[in-house]
């Protein structure tokens, strides 16, 4: 059992780095996306890049988020069109929570938004000061992961006090 608490920059080693190492599974949720950066070799890369490269290798991708996308989100996400059938995503704008949980087996869940000032390469002086727990525990990812699950099932969509906010209704 291992549980670690990270800060800042250490997000982006225990969140990002272990997602591209995903075999079966990787669910994301967050309340806020954008089209955030990661390294690549000398250089940078959408994120989205690391998603596609999971579908490609049939990894089960869900992205769970509370309002749509920016233009620059949509502009990259159209460059990738095996995400458009190959990764699951819902919309609920009550999700306030942040979590990453890979193959049932390592998990995250913190402050961090998917979002270059929440987990990715930006610079230290223009980062969002952030704090998370990553964690190999099984009983807290199983907690985890029924409170993504829930959501994701849609089970508040009946009494949600939030309809008139929501898009696209689960149900």
Same mark, same amino acid.
């Given at each position: +059992? ?5 800060? *800042? ?17 990787? =669910? ?7 089209? !955030?950066? $990661? ?12 998603? &596609?490269?999971?579908? #490609? #290798?049939?990894? !089960? ?8 996308? @920016? /233009? ?8 990738? /069109? %095996?995400? =458009?059938? *190959? ?5 609920? /704008?009550? $999700?306030?929570?942040?979590? $990453?949980?890979?193959? @049932?087996?390592?998990?995250?869940? @913190?402050?961090?938004? %998917? ?16 704090? @998370? ?15 993504? &699950? &829930?959501? =994701? +099932?849609? *089970?508040?969509?009946? *009494? ?8 696209? /209704?689960?149900?």
């Amino acid at each position: +059992m291992s549980i670690q608490f990270i800060t *800042n920059e250490e997000l982006y080693k225990y969140v990002i780095e272990p997602i591209a190492q995903a075999k079966e599974y990787v =669910w994301i949720g967050t309340a806020d996306i954008k089209d !955030l950066h $990661v390294k690549s070799q000398n250089s940078v890369k959408s994120f989205l890049s690391i998603l &596609d490269s999971l579908a #490609k #290798k049939k990894v !089960l991708i869900r992205l769970l988020h509370a309002k749509e996308p @920016g /233009p620059n989100f949509q502009n990259s996400f159209d460059k990738y /069109p %095996l995400l =458009w059938s *190959n990764m699951e995503r819902q919309l609920c /704008p009550r $999700v306030h929570f942040k979590h $990453v949980i890979i193959d @049932g087996t390592y998990a995250y869940t @913190g402050s961090a938004n %998917l979002t270059g000032a929440g987990l990715g390469i930006k610079s230290k002086n223009r980062r969002n000061f952030e704090a @998370g727990i990553v964690t190999t525990d099984a009983l807290m990812i199983e907690s985890i992961m029924n409170q993504f &699950d &829930d959501i =994701w +099932m849609g *089970n508040h969509c009946k *009494n949600c006090g939030r309809k008139e906010f929501c898009s696209d /209704p689960i149900l």
